[in-house]
């Protein structure tokens, strides 16, 4: 039995919602290294059309399927969706999300070295970003992540912009 303790959150919508048994996710958080090791930009993309949270940046990822282990999984989901081998899945943090649609479980791994050419092959939208994250809006279980990485980077300030509430109105 699975006895650790994972943070948890509730994006909104989802607040009330009665106890449901989550869904598993793996998903990369692919970091480009200097020669030195130290850590630079990492990978975004957006959720295609049709999935829920469509246009929201995530990391890529997706659905473990019956059977697979967490990077089984991973490996499988970035090449059918982002075209790309990956070695090594490093396990990194847990956290499990309360959506309306879903409660599911995100197993981050970080991700150094692939091979391939990225290919957005559900027509997603790819960007290597920095803290803080300019792409918006950002999905609400992946903003744990920013700050997670702004922990291990010193980054202080905002982790990402917010999608503005347009302009002040006149009178
Ligand atoms: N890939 C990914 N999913 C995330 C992140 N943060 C987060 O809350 N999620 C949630 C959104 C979804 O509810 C779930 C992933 O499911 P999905 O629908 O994208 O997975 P999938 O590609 O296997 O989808 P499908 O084949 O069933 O259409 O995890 C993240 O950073 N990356």
Do not use: N
Not at 49 to 68: C, I, N
Not at 128 to 136: K, S, Y
Not at 137 to 162: C, D, F, K, S
């Amino acid at each position: 039995m699975d006895t650790k303790t994972t943070a948890s959150l509730v994006a909104p919508g989802a607040e009330g919602l009665p106890e449901r048994a989550p869904v598993h996710v793996a998903v990369g958080v692919l970091i480009e290294r200097d020669a030195d090791g130290h850590e630079g930009r990492f990978l975004l993309t957006s959720r295609p059309e049709g999935k829920v949270y469509a246009g929201y940046w995530e990391f890529p990822g997706g659905k473990l399927e019956a059977g697979e282990s967490v990077e089984q999984a991973l490996r499988r989901e970035l090449h059918e969706e982002i075209g790309i081998d990956i070695g090594a899945a490093h396990a990194w943090r847990e956290i499990e999300v309360d959506y309306p649609h879903a409660r599911v479980r995100l197993h981050f791994c970080k991700v150094f070295d692939w091979t391939g050419e990225f290919q957005m092959r559900e027509a997603q939208t790819m960007a290597w970003q920095e803290l803080p994250v300019e792409v918006m809006p950002v999905l609400p279980g992946t903003i744990p992540v920013l700050q997670w990485l702004a922990e291990e980077r010193a980054h202080a300030g905002a982790t990402h912009l917010q999608p503005s509430a347009g302009p002040p109105q006149a009178g």
